[in-house]
């Protein structure tokens, strides 16, 4: 098999010293299988090319999972509700002031920018989840484990943006909670490369496989009869 994509040879190295084997994973059950969607809303996408290209890849991806019987979660993030921020700490210290309300505002039920992408082909069946941390599995963040756990969902495929961000935060996170995770290299999305392969590469290394779309579609989920 390739080297996964854009991978150093000193994480290939390191994998192959590891646990002797590029794949994390070789197939997984599509009815076990979920799909997650992170933050593909206008606030984050906005015009990033880099943003608005994996979205052909994750429309895809969310077609076949609906085809073979997986889920597909759209995840987003309220950080805001009637100016009043969910996340104070965070606001308080990693923006200025304007910038933060901003980001509190835009991200609030109402507004433009947590409205999802008008180009993602999220249908009735699907399921949405609304965070309120980078990831959406810690604890209080969101409902995604009453989601996922009733329908037997063991193996997620984690998608959206940005990569080295919420993604990745959400991809560690539900590895260490004992589900199989994926990360997609080609529907994943950062506005900087260097900041989307930081994000793979490290995830690659202890938490998860890292597969592109053709990858998953023809190898992982299996050929489309």
């Excluded at 090319?49 to 987003?76: D, F, H």
């Excluded at 910038?99 to 609030?108: C, E, F, P, T, V």
């Excluded at 996922?148 to 961000?165: C, D, H, K, S, Y």
């Excluded at 199989?180 to 930081?198: F, I, L, Q, S, T």
Aim: proline share 4%; aromatic share 8%; hydrophobic share 40%.
């Amino acid at each position: 098999m390739a080297p996964p994509y854009g991978m150093p040879q000193y994480v290939i190295d390191r994998v192959m010293a590891k646990r002797g084997r590029l794949p994390v994973y070789d197939r997984f059950d599509a009815a076990t299988t979920a799909l997650l969607v992170v933050d593909m809303q206008n606030f984050y996408v906005g015009e990033i090319p880099s943003v608005l290209g994996i979205i052909p890849n994750i429309n895809r991806l969310a077609a076949r999972l609906r085809e073979t019987g997986g889920l597909v979660v759209w995840l987003g993030m309220t950080a805001g509700a009637g100016g009043i921020s969910r996340w104070p700490v965070y606001h308080s210290n990693f923006f200025t002031e304007a910038r933060g309300a901003n980001h509190r505002d835009q991200l609030s039920p109402g507004h433009n920018g947590h409205e999802f992408h008008c180009d993602l082909d999220i249908n009735e069946g699907d399921a949405i989840v609304y965070k309120s941390r980078f990831s959406a599995f810690i604890q209080g963040a969101s409902n995604i484990e009453e989601v996922l756990r009733p329908r037997g969902i063991e193996n997620l495929i984690v998608t959206g943006t940005a990569t080295n961000m919420c993604c990745d935060t959400t991809a560690r996170d539900a590895m260490m909670l004992d589900y199989r995770v994926v990360m997609v290299a080609d529907a994943n999305g950062a506005r900087y490369e260097d900041d989307h392969m930081a994000g793979l590469t490290s995830f690659y290394q202890s938490f998860g496989d890292v597969r592109t779309t053709e990858e998953v579609l023809g190898e992982l989920l299996g050929a489309k009869d």
